[in-house]
């Protein structure tokens, strides 16, 4: 009788996405999972934690990590972010460095001081880094060929793949090489798991989420959530939530309230509409906005609200 081949070992390791603000991480972390976990928006700086999302498949388990997007910090809460960006690089099996794709005139490829910066971080150890030129939707082969190269001339990358996040192009060669560098081992996670945050961590993402879809200028950037109550109701299975958006002026908490109540009224009915999928029951969303000055500044108030 012929001998069978050997089953392939099972791998298991952690993928962190890094990148500047608003290259599509967190948008890529919702493609690979097929569900909406880590928030999304137009507006940069978005993503505030550390996010995991679980992939489990019959031959690996991903646990991949959003961070936030790296930029030069003015604030405590931007350096926050950005530290919670640099930590989650050394803390991984492998790191998928996330860039746009696009060109200049004359297909000039234009790569930004904190890239060469988090590259300069990475050659400092021997983790696996893949190179992801994201949102090639946007743009022509002939106008992709320039970045490609431009970027293979500055590091030694295990892979260069191009992808559109949004689109789902190029994800399976991405999980595919990403597979075969991590190392073999069961599983950390129950097959059907997506994250280990918190539902109430979730929730107060969501209401944020449409804080910076909802409101203009500056003002996201101002928001925090926290979750005060939650109550699973056993008489009609119905979930009560009360929840605060943190602001730093009287004139933002105007701003988010609006006319008659209009603005927290849009928010809520949204954040709503999410959190009853997210559940699966229906939910009951209360909103309060209060005055917190200067939290995005003071490191004692971004411990209370989660960001320490």
Not at 227 to 234: A, F, L, P
Request: hydrophobic letters at 40%.
């Amino acid at each position: 009788m012929e001998n069978s081949p050997p089953e392939t070992a099972h791998r298991c390791g952690f993928v962190t996405l890094v990148g500047k603000p608003n290259v599509g991480k967190s948008t890529l972390l919702n493609r690979v999972l097929g569900e909406k976990i880590a928030i999304t928006s137009s507006r940069p700086q978005t993503t505030r934690n550390r996010i995991p999302g679980v992939l489990s498949r019959p031959d690996a388990q991903l646990v991949f990590i959003d961070t936030p997007g790296v930029h030069r910090a003015n604030r405590a809460l931007n350096q926050y972010m950005v530290d919670v960006a640099n930590e989650a690089m050394w803390e991984t099996d492998a790191v998928v460095l996330i860039v746009e794709a696009g060109t200049g005139p004359e297909f000039a490829v234009g790569v930004s001081d904190i890239t060469h910066e988090m590259l300069a971080q990475l050659a400092e150890r021997d983790t696996p880094v893949f190179l992801i030129i994201n949102k090639i939707d946007r743009v022509t082969p002939l106008e992709l060929l320039p970045v490609i190269d431009a970027y293979r001339q500055l590091f030694d990358f295990k892979a260069l793949i191009p992808i559109s996040a949004l689109k789902g192009d190029g994800i399976e060669p991405l999980l595919t090489a990403l597979v075969e560098v991590l190392p073999e081992g069961p599983a950390l996670y129950p097959a059907d798991a997506l994250t280990d945050l918190p539902e109430r961590f979730i929730a107060a993402e969501i209401i944020r989420e449409k804080l910076f879809r909802t409101l203009g200028q500056e003002v996201p950037y101002s928001t925090a959530v926290s979750i005060e109550r939650w109550r699973d109701r056993s008489s009609d299975g119905m979930v009560e939530i009360q929840a605060v958006i943190h602001v730093e002026r009287d004139s933002q908490k105007g701003i988010v309230i609006g006319k008659g109540g209009r603005m927290i009224k849009t928010i809520g009915t949204q954040a709503r509409e999410d959190l009853q999928r997210l559940l699966g029951s229906r939910v009951h969303l209360e909103l309060f906005v209060r005055v917190d000055k200067g939290w995005t500044r003071s490191p004692e108030q971004l411990r209370k609200l989660g960001y320490g």
